[in-house]
C-alpha cells in the first residue's frame, strides 16, 4: 500500500529564511509525486508534480523539490520565504490505475517577520 | 479553462438531518472525481471517487452517499448526520483516466450541532 509521511508538523521560520518541508513515501513501482498548498479555510492549490525525468522540478511561487529515488523522497524548498507563504503544505503519491492520490498529514508553515 | 465550484461554503445543520453537497466541473469532459473529508491534522481521508457516470467506489464505510448524476456534478449525501460527520469537505476533479494532478474546490465547511 502507498503511504506518505511528513516528519515535520509545524516548522516556523524567518521571512527571507530559506525552507526545507520533508517528505518521504512508500510506493511500489514509478511514483507521481505532488506538492500542494493550502491557506486556512480554502480548498488546496498545486504547487508542483514530478511524473518522470529531471528530477528537480520547479513549482508556481518559487517553490522547488527534488526527487530521489535511493532515499524515497521528495522534498519541497524555497530559497527565500515570503510572510505569504504561511500556509498548510501536503505532500501526495499517486500512479495506480486507480487515479487515486494518497496525501501526508501536512506541515503547517509559521514566518516570522 | 477548467473550473471546479463546490456549495455551500459553510454549512450548519442538526443531528439526524440530511445533507447535500454539490460540485461541478466546468470546462472538460468525463474527468474523475473525487470526494475528501479533511480533519485538523489528520490529513485528507478520501471518502469517494468516480471514473464515469453512476459509477462511485467508496473508500471507507461511512455513513455518507455519493452521486455522479451527469458527467461533470457529484453529489455527497447522508440520509442522517452524525455528530462525527463534522469537518471540511473537498471535492476534487482530475483528467479521464491520468494520473494528472487533482485540482480542488474551495471545500464546504460542515459542522453538526
Known amino acids: 500500500a502507498q503511504s506518505v509521511t511528513q516528519p515535520d508538523i509545524h516548522i516556523t521560520v524567518s521571512e527571507g529564511a530559506s525552507l526545507e518541508l520533508r517528505c518521504n513515501y512508500s510506493?511500489?513501482?514509478?511514483?507521481?509525486l505532488f506538492w500542494y498548498v493550502q491557506s486556512p479555510g480554502q480548498g488546496l492549490q498545486l504547487l508542483l508534480k514530478y511524473f518522470s525525468g529531471d528530477t528537480l522540478v520547479q513549482g508556481i511561487k518559487g517553490f522547488e523539490a527534488e526527487f530521489k529515488r535511493s532515499q524515497s523522497s521528495f522534498n519541497l524548498r524555497k530559497p527565500s520565504v515570503h510572510w505569504s507563504d504561511a500556509a498548510e503544505y501536503f505532500c501526495a503519491v499517486g500512479g495506480g490505475s486507480n487515479y487515486k492520490l494518497t496525501f501526508g498529514k501536512g506541515t503547517l508553515l509559521t514566518v516570522n517577520p | 479553462s477548467q473550473t471546479i465550484h463546490q456549495w455551500p461554503a459553510t454549512l450548519v445543520q442538526p443531528v439526524g438531518s440530511p445533507l447535500s453537497l454539490e460540485c461541478t466541473v466546468e470546462g472538460t469532459s468525463n474527468p474523475n472525481l473525487y470526494w475528501y473529508r479533511q480533519a485538523a491534522g489528520r490529513g485528507l481521508q478520501l471518502l469517494f471517487y468516480s471514473v464515469g457516470i453512476g459509477q462511485i467506489s467508496s473508500e471507507v464505510p461511512q455513513n455518507l452517499s455519493a452521486s455522479r448524476p451527469q458527467d461533470r456534478q457529484f453529489i455527497l449525501s447522508s440520509k442522517k448526520l452524525l455528530l462525527s460527520d463534522s469537518g471540511f469537505y473537498l471535492c476534487?476533479?482530475?483528467?479521464?483516466?491520468?494520473?494528472?494532478?487533482?485540482?480542488f474546490g474551495d471545500g464546504t465547511r460542515l459542522s453538526i450541532l
Open positions: 510506493y511500489g513501482a514509478t511514483p507521481y
Open positions: 476534487a476533479w482530475s483528467e479521464v483516466n491520468s494520473n494528472q494532478p487533482q485540482h
